[in-house]
């Protein structure tokens, strides 16, 4: 009895556990759909908050076919030791003491931007010198000390330091410094001093090139970094963050480079900009993008045309009294017109192709005329010189060739008749059937050679079976073939090598036993 009562007050402990588990997972799972909802809620505010971004192709640049005819790069200016090519702009070559710099030739109007760099710093030191920098700032920088670019900017750079001034080996590296157009550049320091951020990134000899993602939206810029050990375009690492970072609303993108007593070369190979748009904002029109005073400066160059264009018809009124009433769109070939122009040179062209083959059509025929008569007198004469094989040309063969000729007759003649059906239709223009007549006369063509071929063959066969057997052509006898050597030449060859054989045997005899002498 007691062993039964434990029993069950273990079935009794389990099945209110039990029923507790159940009554908790309701619960579980409803905590669970709340976290599920909570992170797609948040998923979804973050698609909404990210930017609308548009490529800017006015401040962008990239190869192939990167430079135009007279050198230059659409939209950008460069100067200094700047070298544009079809696929990169070498800023600075890996000589001492260069300097070089591309910057766009407009202001950019947008508030907030985002740029792809990719560049490559190779040089064959350990150590290189100086480095390279991206810009954005109120005024172009076309030249300066500072990586070859000017001083006391306003607006913001992003160094990329090759060469360790301040010995404290934290080169290379990415530094972010500000100015406000006041500040010079602490070039001892490597800009410690006056960076608002930055990270020590190696971008010198990779193996593929380093791309930077520097991104400017509600005034805060974020830096990151492509180690240059990959190529995936996506593989970015985080290098420097500045907030509450307040920039000119407008101004030039550009990237400058310089060397020193150690040299680089620094590559550029592409420069793309996008502008960043915040949500539910509309993106500005490119008219509207244009600044007041680049419509202005546009409106009085149209003007200007529109007065040069107009001074230029009174001119040319004076000049050409004779065409003052007449419109300008008569001076020009209207579409109709240029078709009947085209089907007109196609008829004279077709017309002319016809009459070269009626040309070589009666060659023919003349050499036809020539060769019947040719074989016809060789047969006569055959037949009058050996009477005795004139019994060899059957009637039967004779009437073959009859009236192949027959036929090549009459093919001739049909031919002619379409010839001149073809060129009737062709001289009314009436209509448009020239294609079908020129087919139809290389298809009469091509049956009067194969006609000829057949007449040719049948008369080399008559003839060879005329000919008499003495006149046939035979194969020329071999030349004798020349001896080089008589029976007695041979002979005496012998005696002479079996006399030195038996001279020499002797001789080594003699030597032999001599030497056994001396034993």
Not at 1 to 13: K, S, T, V
Not at 63 to 70: E, F, T
Not at 156 to 169: E, Q, W, Y
Not at 310 to 318: L, M, T
Request: glycine content about 8%; proline content about 5%; aromatic content about 10%.
């Amino acid at each position: 009895m007691a062993a039964r009562a434990q029993w069950g007050g273990l079935a009794a402990a389990l099945l209110a556990g039990a029923l507790f588990a159940f009554g908790r997972l309701p619960f579980a799972l409803g905590q669970a759909a709340a976290a599920g909802g909570s992170a797609a809620a948040a998923a979804a505010a973050a698609a909404a908050a990210l930017p609308h971004r548009r490529f800017e192709y006015k401040y962008s640049f990239k190869g192939p076919h990167l430079v135009q005819a007279d050198g230059t790069v659409p939209f950008w200016v460069h100067t200094g030791n700047a070298i544009p090519s079809a696929d990169q702009i070498r800023i600075t070559t890996s000589l001492k003491s260069q300097r070089g710099s591309v910057w766009t030739k407009t202001k950019s109007i947008f508030e907030y931007w985002e740029v792809e760099v990719t560049f490559r710093v190779t040089g064959r030191g350990r150590i290189g010198a100086d480095g390279l920098a991206v810009w954005f700032t109120e005024e172009q920088g076309l030249e300066g000390p500072v990586f070859g670019a000017a001083d006391k900017w306003n607006g913001v750079g992003i160094f990329f330091d090759s060469f360790d001034n301040d010995g404290k080996k934290n080169n290379p590296g990415v530094i972010v410094v500000g100015n406000n157009g006041k500040l010079l550049y602490d070039h001892q320091n490597d800009g410690s001093t006056q960076a608002l951020a930055s990270c020590q990134r190696d971008f010198r000899n990779k193996p593929y090139p380093v791309r930077v993602r520097i991104t400017y939206y509600q005034k805060t810029l974020t830096v990151l970094i492509n180690n240059g050990f990959t190529p995936d375009k996506d593989d970015y690492e985080f290098c420097a963050k500045v907030e509450d970072m307040a920039l000119p609303s407008q101004g030039y993108f550009g990237i400058s480079a310089a060397t020193g007593g150690l040299a680089d070369d620094h590559d550029v190979l592409s420069f793309l900009t996008f502008q960043l748009t915040e949500p539910g904002k509309e993106v500005p029109t490119p008219e509207a993008e244009i600044p007041q005073k680049d419509k202005e400066k546009y409106q009085e160059e149209f003007e200007h045309f529109q007065q040069e264009l107009d001074k230029k018809k009174e001119e040319f009124q004076k000049e050409h009294p004779d065409v003052q009433g007449q419109p300008a769109e008569d001076l020009f070939e209207t579409v109709s017109d240029r078709e009947l122009r085209q089907i007109f040179e196609g008829q004279n062209r077709i017309h002319l192709e016809i009459k070269q083959l009626n040309r070589q059509l009666d060659m023919i025929l003349d050499e036809q005329r020539r060769y019947v008569s040719a074989v016809t007198d060789e047969i006569a004469k055959r037949g009058a010189g050996f009477p005795s094989q004139q019994g060899q040309v059957s009637q039967q063969e004779i009437e073959t060739v009859v009236k192949t000729q027959e036929e090549v007759i009459r093919q001739v003649n049909e031919i002619r008749n379409s010839m001149a059906d073809t060129l009737r239709l062709i001289s009314g223009a009436q209509h448009p059937g020239s294609a079908a007549g020129v087919y139809e006369t290389t298809q009469h063509f091509n049956d009067i050679k194969e006609h000829l071929h057949v007449v040719k063959r049948d008369i080399e066969h008559l003839v060879q079976r005329n000919m008499p057997s003495s006149e046939k052509s035979k194969c020329p006898d071999l030349p004798p073939f020349p001896s080089c050597l008589s029976t007695m030449h041979f002979f005496i060859f012998v005696v002479v090598q079996t006399v030195l054989f038996i001279g020499y045997i002797m001789y080594r005899s003699q030597q032999e036993a001599a030497a056994k002498k001396f034993f």
